[in-house]
């Protein structure tokens, strides 16, 4: 994974600002002054992401957790086709905005804000 990311920052000249450094999410994360973590904990059930959360809560800082919410109402939405998705080919699962609140509190956080970012993808700050 490492080479990978080590190219597309490369690519994107962005080299000399990261560090990139390798690790497992349930075990530790590097210290930090946030944690910014994307469509990764939806790949979970509640179970294994609360495990997850607890690792980052662990850390400190505050968390800047970016996923599809699946809004109310039974209009289309990309999250309720990558729902899904996730369930089948992963086991997790997408969440309305209530249920991620939920579980960051299940992890010890405190939910902030949900900032939309796209008509994908939301951000909830948890303290
Ligand atoms: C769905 S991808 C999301 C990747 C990227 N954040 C994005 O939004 O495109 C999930 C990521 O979680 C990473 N991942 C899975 N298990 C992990 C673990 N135990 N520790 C660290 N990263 C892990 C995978 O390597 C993969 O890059």
Redesign the pocket.
């Given at each position: 994974?490492l080479p990978e990311a080590s190219r597309t920052f490369e690519a994107e000249g962005l080299s000399d600002r990261v560090e990139l450094v390798a690790?497992?999410?349930?075990?530790e994360v590097p210290p930090g002054d946030a944690y910014l973590?994307?469509?990764?904990v939806?790949?979970f059930g509640d179970e294994r992401a609360i495990e997850?959360l607890r690792v980052l809560r662990r850390a400190g800082a505050p968390l800047l957790l970016?996923e599809t919410m699946i809004p109310a109402g039974n209009e289309p939405h990309y999250s309720k086709f990558d729902d899904v998705e996730m369930m089948v080919i992963a086991g997790g699962n997408d969440r309305t905005e209530a249920e991620w609140a939920a579980l960051v509190t299940a992890a010890g956080f405190e939910p902030g804000r949900v900032v939309r970012c796209d008509e994908r993808f939301s951000l909830l700050e948890a303290f």
């Amino acid at each position: 994974m490492l080479p990978e990311a080590s190219r597309t920052f490369e690519a994107e000249g962005l080299s000399d600002r990261v560090e990139l450094v390798a690790g497992d999410f349930f075990v530790e994360v590097p210290p930090g002054d946030a944690y910014l973590i994307k469509s990764c904990v939806h790949n979970f059930g509640d179970e294994r992401a609360i495990e997850l959360l607890r690792v980052l809560r662990r850390a400190g800082a505050p968390l800047l957790l970016v996923e599809t919410m699946i809004p109310a109402g039974n209009e289309p939405h990309y999250s309720k086709f990558d729902d899904v998705e996730m369930m089948v080919i992963a086991g997790g699962n997408d969440r309305t905005e209530a249920e991620w609140a939920a579980l960051v509190t299940a992890a010890g956080f405190e939910p902030g804000r949900v900032v939309r970012c796209d008509e994908r993808f939301s951000l909830l700050e948890a303290f």
